[in-house]
Structure formats: C-alpha cells, structure tokens
C-alpha cells in the first residue's frame, strides 16, 4: 500500500495526501449531510430514539460501501476523462482535484446549514464538470473535450427521473397502505414520545436501515470513484490497472481482445457503411470518454494481446507501460459499446456485454484500503449532524405532521429505487428521492404541501449542479495561476 508513496518527492506527497484527506473529508460532509434523509421518518416518528438511529444508520452506511460493488464508482471516475490528470503536470492535475472537492465540499456544507435537503450527487458531479470543461477553455479546446458527455447525460437522466420515480410509487404505495390497513392510529402524525404500532415501527426501522444501507452502497461508491480518480490521476503507472487481476483473468482479457479482432473483420463491412453513411455511430464515438474510433480499436486490440503476451499477470507489467495498458483497454471498450448497435440479434449483443465486461475487469476496481477508508468517513460522518434536515422532512413538506404509513412509503420506495440503482450502476440522490416521496405522500393524501419548502428544496436541486460547476470551474481558474 505504502511503499509505491516513497517514489513521490516530497511535495507532491504531500499535496497527494492533502487532497486524499480533503476526499475523505467530503465524504464525512456527506454522511452528515445526508444521514437525516436516511432515517428522518424512523427518528421523527419515534420508532427509534435519535442517537440509536443514527448509530444504526452509521453501521448501515459502512456495510453498503464495504459490499456495495464498484459499478457507481467508475460511473464517476468516467465523467471526467482521466488522461486529462495524467496528461497535464502534476501541479496542475493536483489543481484539478482541490476545485472539485473544495467547490464540493463548501455546496454541501452550506446547504446543510440551511437546513436544505440538497443532493451531495449533483455537488460531486457538477464539480466533476465544472472542472472538466474550465480545463478543456482552459486548453484552448472546445468543452466537449473536457468531459464524457455520453457518462454526463446518462448520469444526469438517473438524478433527473430517481425523484419522480420517488414522488409517484411513494404516494402510489400510500394508496395501498391506506386500503390494507385500515388502523386509524397508522394514518395519524406521532403524538408525544409514543413509539407507532410494532408491526409498523418494525417496517419503519427495517426500511430506514435500508435506505442507509442503500445509501452507504451508492454515495459511498462516489466516494470510491473520487479517491481512484485522485490515484490514477497523480500515479497512473500504480493505479492504473489493478496488480492483483489474476492470471486467468489476464489470459480472458487477452482472449476477450482477440474476439474482438474477429469480430470487426466479419462486420467490417457494416462499419464502413455506418461511417459513410454518418449515422448515429458517429455521434456517439464524439461522446465517449476515450478518443477512439471502431476501426482505431483494431490497433489498441492488437496491441492488448501482443502487450499481454509478454506477461501473465498485470503486476508483471512495468509500471511505464500499465497506462498505455490502460487507455488501449478502454479504447477498445469504447468501440465494443459501439458494436453493440450494430449487433444483429440479441445473443450477439449479450457475447459483446461479457466481452466487454471481461476487457474492462483489469480498469474498473478498488483497493481493499480505499473501501475501508471511504466506508468510515461515511460512517463517521453519519453519526452527527442530524438534526437539522430531520425537521424538515418530517414538518415542513407538507402542510400537515408526517404519519406512520407516509413515513413507510416515502422509506420503502427510496430504499428500493437506490438499491435498483446500484445494481444499474447509476449515481442517484438519496435526499431526492426521500424528500420527492413525502412530498408524493402527502400529495396522495391530499394534506396539502408547503410550497415555500418545496421551492426551496426544488431551487435547491436544480442550482446544485450549476452551482456545483461554477464554483468549481471558478477555483480551478484560481488554484491553476497558482499550480
């Protein structure tokens, strides 16, 4: 873990564990930020007492970054091209990551002292952007070279539709809860410090626990994907690829790369096709994240197998070669997604999947260290800082007081909306979707909404990611005269 450090002068280590802790740091920020919206219903209600639940939701946060995956993870390593780090200077690269996590963390921090339920997702990823595109100006490109757009859009689309999805199911659940249970006491808002029935404290405290569980997999994974992004950039000939890939998986990626040399010889004639013919291909290839045509991946294909032939394990692979490595895995992933369009049947397209999947093993991980440190900042992170967003959610969406059953639909759906989510590999925000459910609950039961909340936390969502990206840009512009 530590010995690839003592080949780093001792200001860049420096500044590398500067900007180590600063992540680490926001991701703490984080869990305060969004521990309330996780168990909020089960506090406000009384199902448990505050500092249970919030110790709970902490122990929760941890386990779902330890087995929550690493698909979110390189959702946020891939909105930000990260040969635009290894490319540029050190100084200027470490410039880079201190605007995306300052502008991040001043978003989060202020919002939370408001008291606004706002998104730590769209903080993280508008500063990601804003970065990105300062940069490519910066370059004198245009600022679509700056950024994945085709990850940014897809990404966007997640965070966009999760609070719909949450408004809707949770305030259709509500309708059904209303006909099954007909107990009067579930539909009414806590009185005093009585805890709700005990079959529903126990779904109140089982979907809370979810809902952290849940989050800790999803906004841990950005945590992840934002410490990778810090490594591969500042030490790409370690982190590039991952030195423990097995062999077997070294031989299967070799292979894979192979497949794929046949695979473009017997559809080279569609290829050409589609790119005389300008279609949609073309488009796409401009909005990948790795600058490399269907026909240009035949060479990064070739250049796998022979580079892989040489040596049986990544570890094997001198450190000078790994990011050259890297980039041609990537190119060649890149042009695969695109033969998935031009696939004939849907066997076809399900062999490119598990090649690609299998191609990108090597690229897309994270060490043991990593997960643990990120799952206790969150975890950490957790345990303070509740208070303030609990009364919100609980008192000022809708016009009347939270119940039992509002509190267990608006918990339940966003606890499998983020879950649904993480198993897609898409960032979502847990405030949102929450925050979207009461507000469908209290729709659905026609209590009224508190409009001067709601726009708040609706100007809330929708400034974030400008926001985010401005003042992102802004300090980049700022630390890069100083780099």
Partial sequence: MFQPLLSLDGHTLLLLCVSLGIALAFEFINGFHDTANAVATVIYTKSLRARTAVVLSGICNFLGVSLGGIAVAYAIVHLLPVDLLVSVNTNLGLAMVFSL????????????????????????????????????????????????????????????????????LAGGLLLVLHRLLKNPALHRPPVGDAPPPLGMRAALIVSGLGVSLAHGSNDGQKGVGLVMLILIGIMPGVYALDVDTRPAEVLAVRQAAARFTDYFDAHRLEIEKAYRNGDILEQVKRASAVSCDVRGAVAASEAIQQRLALYDSVAAVPPAERWNLRTDILCLDDAARIMEGLAGSSGEREEVEKLRETLRRPTE????????????????GTMVGWKRIVVTIGEKIGKTKLSYAQGASAQIVAMVTIGLADGLGLPVSTTHVLSSGVAGTMAANKSGLQMRTLRSIAMAWICTMPAAMLLGAGLFSLFARLA
């Fill in 101 to 168: 996590l300052v502008s991040a963390i001043l978003w989060n921090f202020g919002t939370w002292y408001l008291g606004l339920p706002a998104s730590s997702s769209h903080t993280l990823i508008g500063s990601i952007l804003g970065v990105g595109v300062a940069n490519a100006l910066r370059e004198g490109l245009p600022a679509s070279a700056g950024v994945n757009w085709h990850k940014a859009i897809e990404v966007g689309l997640s965070l966009l539709i999760s609070p719909l999805i949450g408004f809707f």
């Fill in 365 to 380: 991980y994270a060490p043991d260290w990593v997960i643990m440190a990120v799952s206790l900042a969150l975890g950490l």
